[in-house]
């Protein structure tokens, strides 16, 4: 990992700070938590992306404690936290991985936000089990119900990067970052 230059620091503030305001204009909020945003995970996104993986993966993971503290509480089971808040939004990070070009910077994120959604099933299956109505399998319902908020914000993310990419094409590039 780079050094954590003030620069570094700096942006990784305004862009978890962009991240939760735009967090709260949400298209849709499911029942049990989990929603449509305007393009919330974005920011740390273009953060990765400009700053690699674990830069990426630690502002990741400030958002997900900003979003535990600041948003609503619907468990406040250990399991919960750590697969719904911390490993989730840690791992919008991964959007880091593979940074050379457009549709490299499209599948990391892809990347990334299958693995939100990974851990959002899982916590689906272990803590949320309960919820499950009675008679259904609560994979396939954690499935759906986290593909119901997880699938329109995955293509409203992909479809925003891939417009904001050329615009910002020049200071994505690690060249374009000072030295030292």
Excluded: C
């Excluded at 991240?19 to 996104?45: D, H, N, R, W």
């Excluded at 599948?107 to 309960?130: D, E, K, P, Q």
């Excluded at 293509?155 to 615009?167: A, E, K, N, Q, R």
């Amino acid at each position: 990992m780079k050094k954590m230059s003030t620069r570094m620091m700096v942006e990784a503030g305004i862009m978890i700070a962009l991240a939760q305001v735009l967090s709260y204009f949400k298209v849709y909020e499911s029942p049990y938590g989990g929603s449509v945003t305007a393009g919330s995970m974005i920011p740390v996104i273009i953060f990765a992306i400009r700053w690699g993986t674990r830069p990426g993966m630690l502002a990741g993971l400030v958002f997900g404690i900003l979003q535990f503290l600041l948003g609503p509480k619907y468990s406040y089971h250990p399991l919960s936290i750590l697969l719904d808040y911390l490993m989730p939004f840690a791992s919008i990070g991964l959007s880091g991985l593979f940074r050379k070009n457009a549709a490299l910077n499209l599948l990391s994120t892809f990347t990334a936000m299958f693995a939100r959604f990974v851990f959002h099933f899982l916590s689906g299956v272990i803590v949320w089990a309960y919820t499950t109505p009675e008679g259904q399998n609560v994979y396939l319902y954690s499935l759906v119900y986290n593909a119901s908020y997880m699938l329109p914000e995955l293509i409203s993310t992909l479809v925003l990067l891939g417009l904001l990419y050329i615009p910002l094409k020049r200071f994505l590039k690690e060249s374009y970052l000072p030295a030292g």
